[in-house]
């Protein structure tokens, strides 16, 4: 554990020119002034990796051809990375972190965990073997309302939990992938057996389990190939049962045309209900049993410990999509410092998604109707 409180150390593993994520990795992680990027393995090909370095601003010493490379010469500097964030597709991710906690290196890695379920248990017998910390960016975890409404359904303020609704649908996949961040979402070489369902449907269902507190035990999954030559899902659709009784229903779609990013998770309990919407992430709806209905926005004073730790600005200053993100770095450097309060989702959330996406596709495609979550078929 690093126990000073210096800035920490971060080697990144793509986002190289023409990336997304990478760049969304380098802001959050520097927002809060923790963590500074100081090497990079940015593509596969030296001299994009050499540019990207460039774009990044770090020395040009420290933009590697190579993972291998950059983790030789990083753990041998006195002043080396202190961990490796991986911003890669999906097919990369279990190579990245094998080599990476061999070498001794914590790592924050995007979601979902890897390209198969059979992956994720390896990577996730790596994680525990190493014992070092590790991370997933499911971002929407980040956001302080989301926490806010967590910490109060824990503390039963809807009493049992009855239904839960999650949706996010997009309309950027409805035409022709074009372009380098839609290209490899659609190949199964590079994202693994599942499209929408492998990249929003993990986010959805992470969100609704980590707010309700419940677990998935069975399921019903419906998914789509819409658009005509696509080789993956695009549009799904999972009723869900939870450990506790409650039943609910996952919607995800990467081809509903005028939707942008609209996750929203709605859970109704025995004596209230909660909303929210990621594209309006400052208000949580409360309703109550007596008609009443409360704006809890962000910054409120009486927001909980989690809301007001995962909060910078004050009430009506927004914050959105980059700070939610900024948090989930806040929480992975309290574990490389040794501090408690982490939220930041682990390799038991990177199992669940993994261990969905199988179940859904496979399910789904052989018409099973209910199974157990585990893939076997209900008697």
């Given at each position: ?94 190579p990245a972190v ?18 198969t379920l059979a ?128 039943r609910g229903a ?130």
């Amino acid at each position: 554990m690093i126990r000073s409180k210096r800035r920490l150390r971060m080697g990144l593993v793509g986002g190289g020119p023409g990336s997304f994520i990478g760049p969304v990795h380098r802001i959050a992680a520097e927002l809060d002034r923790e963590i500074e990027l100081v090497a990079g393995a940015f593509s596969s090909d030296p001299d994009r990796s050499r540019d990207a370095g460039v774009l990044y601003g770090i020395d040009p010493e420290r933009a590697y051809p190579s993972l291998e490379a950059m983790l030789r010469e990083e753990t041998a500097r006195p002043e080396g990375i202190d961990f490796v964030a991986v911003a890669t597709p999906n097919f990369h991710h279990l190579p990245a972190v094998r080599a990476a906690l061999t070498a001794g290196v914590p790592v924050i890695c995007d979601k979902p965990a890897t390209a198969t379920l059979a992956e994720a248990e390896e990577m996730a017998a790596l994680v525990r073997q190493a014992g070092l910390p590790f991370a997933l960016t499911y971002t929407y975890s980040g956001y302080p309302l989301v926490r806010e409404a967590r910490a109060r359904i824990a503390a039963g303020a809807i009493g049992k939990v009855r239904k839960i609704l999650v949706e996010y649908p997009q309309g950027w996949l409805a035409g022709e992938a074009a372009g380098k961040q839609a290209e490899w979402r659609v190949d199964p070489a590079r994202a693994g057996a599942g499209g929408c369902i492998a990249d929003i449907g993990v986010h959805a269902f992470h969100l609704a389990e980590f707010v309700s507190g419940l677990r998935v035990e069975r399921l019903m999954a419906d998914l789509g190939t819409v658009v005509p030559g696509r080789l993956l899902d695009d549009d799904c659709q999972l009723l869900l049962r939870f450990n506790n009784g409650a039943r609910g229903a996952l919607l995800a779609s990467q081809i509903s045309i005028g939707e942008r990013n609209g996750l929203r998770l709605r859970v109704y309990g025995e004596t209230g209900g909660f909303d929210w919407k990621q594209e309006t992430p400052n208000t949580l709806i409360q309703h109550h049993l007596d008609g009443r209905t409360e704006l809890v926005q962000a910054g409120d004073p009486a927001l909980g410990p989690d809301a007001v730790w995962a909060s910078r600005t004050p009430g009506g200053h927004p914050e959105g999509y980059l700070e939610a993100f900024a948090n989930i770095y806040r929480d992975f450097a309290r574990q490389l410092r040794g501090e408690p309060g982490s939220l930041a989702p682990g390799i038991e959330d990177g199992l669940r998604g993994m261990r969905l996406i199988e179940t859904a596709v496979d399910t789904s495609a052989r018409n099973l109707g209910w199974v157990d979550f585990s893939g076997g078929q209900d008697n």
